[in-house]
């Protein structure tokens, strides 16, 4: 509609493009115009942007300029405006098709059309290239994934339409910002270039639940988590029985709404133990530490039953070891942080657990009173991830019980300027 200013479209039409095999009324249609109205900020007696034909359907009425840079002979500057223009307007229709698809609340049997993108390309290459990147994305080793985003773009510079490629980009360069997120500074150019090419495409292909599904992913480390919501519910609405999109979700979102999503996940594929972690988390933030340690359990448990080199189960017998620690059980702790620090491996989360191990072993050890010990703990934390602030604020501490106060003051010092770099 965007693309084509002024053309009528009939409900009919709307609906047999976008969803030809779902049954939508009129009323829910109107009530998704209105909405969408006041996003754009319109009026219907007075509209800028959609007119209502009453009872015929809707039509464009702002303008789209398109040139050819070429035929005119307008200079190269004039070229890159043009194609602004044509992105500024895809992601306009873009945003438009899943304000209606998540405001419906259908779920899509068929794939409405594509009218910028698609999900398959002509070229035998780029699908190889995009293939290969998956296949490395799937190990969550850094370097790996290093080279995916070699094989994304490769096949991405042959096929910009292949909405594929942009989604194992974006993943990618997700993923090497979760490497980083340990640091006091995570590299956020990462997580930028993730939410960029995921935006990509949606507006390439809005119909691509996956799409919907990372973009909901990434925001939700966000303030945009609105925007998470609203995507992720739509790529469940969209494949409901795709556990991937439910854990996205889940991610996203938060209380009842995220224990629904894990639940399927948990149900449907038990080896992505991060599950049991994400949900314990809503048990903590309720106060309800026995049944976050029980689903815990569970997640190791299966951990130990179906062991997964694809999706390492980071962090459960972590947290379990802090749940020990705020329980006063002390050798239970020490139990479970020295078991997450012998995890070892070089993924993405090694060195985010390894330091937390390690960081709950110093308070451990604090709480014991062996300052010695907690000192050694802590300084492994900051030798392996120098750009740590907590960490040195931790060793201040210990190096304080131990009676270094120089060296305390100094550790403490070096947490303070690493908090106001956060």
């Not at 015929?56 to 300029?65: I, Q």
């Not at 925001?219 to 029985?241: C, D, F, K, Q, Y």
Request: aromatic content about 6%; charged content about 20%.
């Amino acid at each position: 509609m965007v693309m084509q200013p002024g053309l009528l479209f009939t409900k009919d039409e709307i609906f047999n493009t976008l969803w030809p095999d779902v049954t939508v009324t009129d009323n829910a249609l109107t009530q998704v115009i209105s909405e969408l109205r006041q996003a754009l900020g319109d009026k219907p007696n007075a509209p800028m942007f959609i007119e209502t034909v009453p009872r015929r359907g809707y039509r464009w009425l702002a303008p789209v300029e398109v040139s050819d840079p070429v035929a005119t002979g307008v200079a190269s500057d004039a070229g890159v405006e043009l194609q602004a223009q044509t992105a500024q307007a895809a992601q306009l229709q873009s945003a438009i098709v899943t304000a209606l698809m998540a405001g419906l609340k259908v779920t899509i049997t068929a794939a409405p059309s594509q009218p910028t993108g698609s999900r398959e390309t002509p070229s035998l290459e780029a699908y190889r290239l995009a293939t290969d990147g998956r296949m490395k994305l799937e190990t969550l080793d850094p370097k790996a994934i290093q080279e995916a985003v070699v094989d994304f773009t490769k096949a991405i510079a042959l096929d910009p339409t292949y909405a594929p490629a942009h989604i194992g980009l974006a993943h990618a360069h997700f993923w090497l910002y979760q490497a980083t997120r340990v640091r006091s500074r995570p590299e956020k150019a990462e997580l930028d270039a993730a939410i960029a090419h995921a935006e990509r495409a949606v507006a390439l292909d809005p119909s691509q639940a996956e799409a919907h599904a990372a973009l909901a992913f990434f925001l939700a480390i966000t303030p945009r988590n609105a925007e998470a919501l609203t995507h992720g519910r739509l790529a469940v609405s969209m494949e409901p029985g795709n556990w991937r999109h439910q854990f996205q979700l889940g991610i996203a979102a938060w209380g009842s709404e995220r224990l629904k999503c894990l639940a399927v996940v948990m149900a449907q594929y038990p080896a992505l133990t991060h599950a049991h972690f994400a949900a314990a988390y809503v048990h903590i933030a309720r106060g309800d530490l026995d049944q976050a340690d029980a689903v815990l359990a569970i997640g190791l448990e299966t951990q130990r039953k179906t062991p997964s080199d694809r999706l390492p189960g980071r962090g459960l017998h972590w947290l379990r070891g802090l749940i020990a620690l705020r329980r006063d059980q002390l050798d239970e702790a020490h139990q479970h942080l020295a078991a997450e620090l012998s995890a070892g491996g070089d993924d993405v989360f090694a060195d985010e657990f390894t330091v937390d191990a390690l960081m709950g072993l110093g308070f451990a050890h604090l709480a014991t009173k062996k300052p010695a010990e907690a000192v050694k703990c802590f300084e492994r934390a900051v030798e392996r991830v120098p750009d740590h602030a907590r960490a040195w604020l931790g060793l201040g501490k210990a190096r304080l019980a131990a009676g270094d106060e120089p060296g305390a003051i100094e550790a403490r010092e070096r947490g303070v300027r690493g908090e106001h770099d956060l």
